[in-house]
């Protein structure tokens, strides 16, 4: 009986060893081997400002259903950034944005098809718009190198833009004025290519994000709408790439 119950005890000692080795095991931290050096360092200011201008003139151009088309376009955006980096690589800030776009049509035909065109004369629509952003960047270093990185943006946006349409000439002018402001928050990832120790070329590009609006407008001063939208985004924007220049101070 006592040779029994030794036995018993025995076993139960072994197998509560091997259940502790077989969990100790379980618990060794697992490491992917990937190493994250330094990139942006702790106290770091990052300021700097991205400007686009655009302006083009047509004289009766043509362009697939598009005929005899007269006017000229111009487009304006600047937008100033300032970021103060509080741990190293995470950086919190805010930007700010203004642009300002005018379109004159004085003339186009458009023509689908035989027996099938219509003609747009004396179209002129011009607006601005404004924004405030705060935005958390992440940085990435690629390898060991300090001089090329990524970086991953969140953005909380806000803004508002005023906007005029007009229409005809003389007694058959006709206008609409639009207000509107906007809420967006999105995620867009970027590059940054350091050119010397302060000064860095940076892109991103919008990946996804929600967005909503509300827009109130008034027409010849007498109908007055309003329009709500609301969108999300969850694909490469190729027409949200922004291109900018930084200064890490």
């Known amino acids: ?14 197998i509560a060893l091997f259940a502790g080795s077989a969990a100790a095991e379980a618990q060794v931290e697992f490491k992917r081997g990937l190493e994250q050096i330094s990139f942006i360092p702790k ?14 003139d047509q004289g009766n151009y043509q362009f697939l259903v598009i005929e005899n088309l007269s006017g000229d376009s111009y487009s304006f955006k600047v937008s100033p950034m300032l970021m103060y980096c509080f741990k190293d690589n995470l950086a919190a800030g805010g930007k700010m944005a203004y642009s300002r776009t005018r379109t004159r049509l004085d003339r186009t035909d458009i023509v689908v098809g035989e027996g099938t065109e219509f003609s747009l004369e004396n179209l002129y629509n011009i607006s601005h718009s404004y924004s405030a952003m705060a935005a958390f960047r992440n940085y990435i270093s690629l390898g060991h190198s ?48 350091f050119l010397n120790n302060y000064s860095a070329l940076e892109v991103n590009v919008g990946v996804l994000g929600f967005s909503y609006s509300h827009t109130t407008s008034k027409t010849d001063q007498i109908y007055r709408a309003e329009r709500d939208s609301k969108s999300a985004n969850f694909r490469v924007n190729l027409f949200s790439i922004t291109f900018g220049v930084a200064f890490y101070l």
């Open 43 to 56: 106290g770091q200011w990052i300021t700097g400002v991205s400007v686009s201008f655009s302006q083009s």
């Open 1 to 14: 009986m006592k040779k029994r119950l030794f036995l018993t005890r025995a076993l139960g000692l072994l």
């Open 146 to 193: 300090r001089r090329f990185g990524f970086f991953n943006e969140v953005q909380l946006q806000v803004g508002g833009s005023q906007s005029k349409i007009a229409n005809g000439r003389g007694d058959d002018l006709t206008g609409t004025y639009e207000t509107s402001w906007d809420v967006n928050i999105g995620l867009a990832p970027g590059m940054v290519m």
